[in-house]
């Protein structure tokens, strides 16, 4: 998926108790949204803990996602898969514990 349309970047103003909108284009150039629930910085690395918004009644829609902030070949900004099982637990935890406190 590539970089988001809208985001914590953009540069006007937002009611604090409002979620942005996200637009991710997957690798078939669909347009997926979601809303951005929190950033979270893990070892150097910053990390976007997405919600889906589906218009389809589906299980997983209500699942959150974590995807890594990187960069592609051109040097432009990206959401990324995390592959690594290890790196994920890690940015798992720190979700759960952010949501905990």
């Not at 959401?79 to 720190?94: F, Q, S, T």
């Not at 759960?96 to 406190?101: A, K, L, T, V």
């Given at each position: 998926?590539?970089?988001?349309?809208h985001?914590?970047?953009?540069?006007?103003?937002?009611?604090?108790?409002e979620?942005?909108?996200?637009?991710?284009?997957?690798?078939?150039?669909?347009?997926?949204?979601?809303?951005?629930?929190?950033?979270?910085?893990?070892?150097?690395?910053?990390?976007?803990?997405?919600?889906?918004?589906?218009?389809?009644?589906?299980?997983?829609?209500?699942?959150?996602?974590?995807?890594?902030?990187g960069?592609?070949?051109?040097?432009?900004?990206m959401?990324?898969?995390?592959?690594?099982?290890?790196?994920?637990?890690?940015?798992?935890?720190?979700w759960?514990?952010?949501?905990?406190?």
């Open positions: 998926m590539t970089e988001h349309t985001g914590p970047n953009c540069d006007h103003e937002h009611d604090v108790e979620f942005d909108t996200i637009i991710l284009t997957d690798d078939e150039g669909n347009d997926h949204e979601f809303l951005h629930l929190d950033t979270l910085e893990v070892e150097g690395s910053t990390y976007f803990v997405l919600m889906p918004i589906s218009a389809e009644e589906d299980e997983e829609a209500d699942e959150a996602i974590i995807l890594k902030l960069k592609d070949a051109e040097g432009n900004e959401l990324l898969d995390i592959e690594d099982d290890e790196e994920w637990e890690k940015v798992a935890d720190a759960e514990s952010m949501e905990e406190e």
